[in-house]
């Protein structure tokens, strides 16, 4: 159908070109100097046209006249003949010469010139310039040939222009559905009644929208600092903390704006830095410049992203199971816990062996920056205060936390230890003082072209994290009410990829904790008095706080300064607090403390009690193999391009290859059962 339109429409735009030619008689015809570029003259008109000029009595030529269509040349030094001086010598017809003089006029042309030259049928112009034409029936036949052809064209044009017209709405909608997927269509319709909503909601709840946006700041900002820091380290200073803050800020704006579901959140990752790492190798080892490559790479990233969405490719998720889910969110909590250790290890080994005053120090703040932040976030679900107290205490309680111990660290008492902070710019100015766009074309065409191999992996990578972190907020349990439009969120994501890969700033992806951390700001809970537990009361769904709290990490470039005073064990006690709350709901976990526990102790539905220990223990030794696997990808510089594609590999283990090892009793008793899959398929 879109290759009959654009033939139709080809069809009428050359067609369109001959409609003039019904509104000439023949002779007009022959006047057209480019007559013969006119396809259905080129045919029937076998002699070129010659063009009759005007000329005094005296040099007509009789031989001249001779031929079908005259050529009278211009004589008299080229000189424009007079009107006055025109008339007719001899004039030689098809069945003879007529000889006759005549004489002038004051109107330049005698009577029985002009009847002479009526009867040749002769076009006089101007009083006195003569056009001879010949009386050639068979070019007339052919004249009126085309004349027919012209009428028919332009019946065949207007049909064609009634039919475009009625029908040019159903053939546009018919392309747009060929491109637009019913299930981004779906999203849409689904989420474009909530979005005034989505920004207003926030302003009916004011308290809890400040105490998270506070919280979340501070929580967006850790992550953001600390892998800022370290891509200044893997990059060389191509890329540092004010692209972080920056790229984090922007991206965020933009994703709460155009997003489909606000409550998640875009943010760098572990994951990303990985990748970044990995390409920085390559360019090296390859001796490309880094920042082209990148841009290239996201470009493409982007391309790949948006064509995903369009697609409606995210009901390819329906495919992670729990297993897969659990192995992800299992390696992003190792990743932060991880970061957490290394920041304070690398305290004990700059320090001086006879002074260790600063590490323990140190040790002893991130501890008691991860244990306040617990136990105040716990007190939701205590016994002690009302329930408007503990409410204070979850919104505001993480943020004291945090002044609180940077106001201690500037004491003279703990200063005199030289507890480490943030180390960051004292002005904005980007990495090396580059520009803000990225040179692109400063590598070869072929490698703008080879630059789509690693952004197949960046984007599987992008697909899972931003798929998987959007699972877990639009979980049942999370009692979200607005529903999920996870196409228009891959597409928003894209779209934000390209902007931050042409100004080389960092990418971002979808980030488990912060939407996570976010959804819980955003929660009211309630103590249900029969069931004896704690449930959702209600979700506060915006995307104001998400806007405001990325507009407050890119303002935080012009307070560069005054993060200087934000100690770093802090920063790694916050982590700790992020990888300890990943953990939580996770069955893999769960599975691997209750691998030596007592089966009596253990509900009855206990995977333990239904197909055994060996097996249950059996099952999440796979898990433990495959995560570490994704691991040993993730750590190793020379392989860690490629631990995208590892992920894949997981999709691939659950559907082809434990079906083979247990049964779906197994599975089911697991609660990763096979039949969730193949009704997903329905």
């Not at 100015?429 to 080879?450: C, H, K, M, W």
């Amino acid at each position: 159908m879109n290759i009959i339109f654009c033939v139709s429409i080809i069809r009428l735009i050359i067609t369109c070109l001959l409609i003039p030619i019904n509104c000439f008689t023949y002779k007009e015809l022959i006047n057209l100097y480019h007559i013969r570029q006119f396809p259905p003259l080129r045919n029937k008109v076998k002699r070129p046209y010659k063009t009759l000029d005007c000329l005094s009595p005296s040099e007509i030529r009789l031989e001249s006249l001779q031929r079908p269509y005259a050529n009278l040349k211009r004589k008299k030094n080229g000189q424009v003949c007079s009107n006055t001086g025109v008339f007719l010598e001899n004039l030689k017809r098809r069945n003879g010469v007529l000889k006759k003089k005549y004489t002038k006029n004051n109107n330049g042309m005698t009577q029985t010139m002009h009847a002479a030259a009526l009867e040749m049928n002769a076009t006089i112009i101007n009083d006195g310039i003569i056009y001879v034409l010949k009386e050639d029936e068979e070019f007339i036949a052919a004249i009126e040939e085309v004349k027919g052809a012209a009428k028919n064209v332009s019946s065949s044009v207007g049909n064609l222009t009634t039919s475009v017209l009625s029908k040019g709405p159903d053939i546009l909608i018919s392309l747009f559905r060929a491109v637009v997927s019913q299930e981004l269509r779906n999203d849409f319709n689904r989420r474009k009644s909530w979005y005034i909503s989505d920004w207003t909601d926030a302003l009916k709840e004011k308290r809890q929208s400040i105490a998270g946006i506070l919280f979340l700041y501070f929580a967006c900002l850790a992550p953001v600092v600390s892998f800022g820091t370290i891509a200044t380290q893997i990059t060389e200073g191509s890329i540092g903390v004010v692209e972080f803050l920056l790229g984090s800020g922007v991206a965020g704006m933009l994703y709460s704006i155009f997003c489909g579901q606000p409550m998640g959140f875009v943010a760098p990752t572990g994951l990303t830095l990985a990748f970044i790492s990995g390409l920085y190798r390559f360019c090296s080892l390859k001796n490309v410049p880094f920042l082209p490559i990148y841009t290239w790479v996201g470009l493409w990233t982007s391309f790949f992203m948006i064509t995903l969405g369009l697609r409606g490719s995210s009901k390819l998720i329906r495919f992670c199971t729990r297993f897969t889910d659990e192995i992800f969110n299992s390696l992003l909590s190792l990743n932060f816990i991880y970061e957490a250790f290394i920041s304070l290890r690398r305290n004990f080994l700059l320090a001086d062996p006879m002074n260790l005053s600063m590490p323990f120090v140190s040790l002893s703040m991130a501890l008691a920056t991860f244990w306040s932040t617990m136990k105040i976030m716990s007190m939701q679900t205590s016994i002690y205060f009302n329930q408007k107290v503990r409410n204070l205490a979850k919104d505001f309680g993480p943020v004291l936390v945090i002044i609180l111990l940077s106001f201690l660290n500037a004491t003279k008492q703990i200063k005199k230890f030289g507890v480490p902070t943030l180390v960051v710019p004292g002005s904005f100015q980007l990495s090396e003082g580059r520009d803000f766009l990225v040179p692109l074309f400063n590598v070869p065409v072929a490698t703008r072209f080879i630059s789509a191999l690693p952004a197949l992996l960046l984007t599987a990578l992008f697909f899972m994290d931003q798929n998987i972190s959007l699972r877990v907020v639009n979980n049942p349990d999370k009692k979200l009410k607005k529903g999920e439009a996870y196409n228009i969120d891959m597409i928003a994501l894209g779209g934000i990829t390209a902007l931050l890969s042409l100004f080389g700033l960092p990418w971002m992806c979808g980030a488990t904790v912060q939407s996570m951390n976010h959804v819980k700001a955003m929660t009211r809970m309630k103590f249900n008095q029969n069931t004896q537990t704690v449930e959702v009361e209600k979700v506060t769904e915006t995307r104001t706080t998400g806007f405001v709290i990325h507009a407050m990490l890119a303002a935080t470039v012009g307070l560069l300064p005054t993060l200087r005073f934000l100690p770093i064990p802090v920063v790694s006690g916050v982590f700790l607090f992020i990888g300890r709350k990943l953990m939580t709901g996770n069955t893999f976990l769960k599975r691997i403390q209750l691998a030596y526990a007592e089966r009596k102790r253990l509900p009855m539905n206990h995977p333990i009690n239904v197909i055994g220990k060996k097996r249950m223990n059996f099952f999440t030794a796979i898990q433990i193999t495959c995560l570490t696997l994704l691991w040993a990808f993730k750590q190793n510089s020379a392989t860690s391009i490629f631990f995208p594609s590892i992920i894949l590999m997981l999709i691939a283990i659950r559907l082809l290859v434990l079906p083979r090892i247990f049964s779906e009793k197994e599975l089911t008793a697991l609660g990763d059962p096979t039949s969730a899959i193949l009704l997903s398929k329905s």
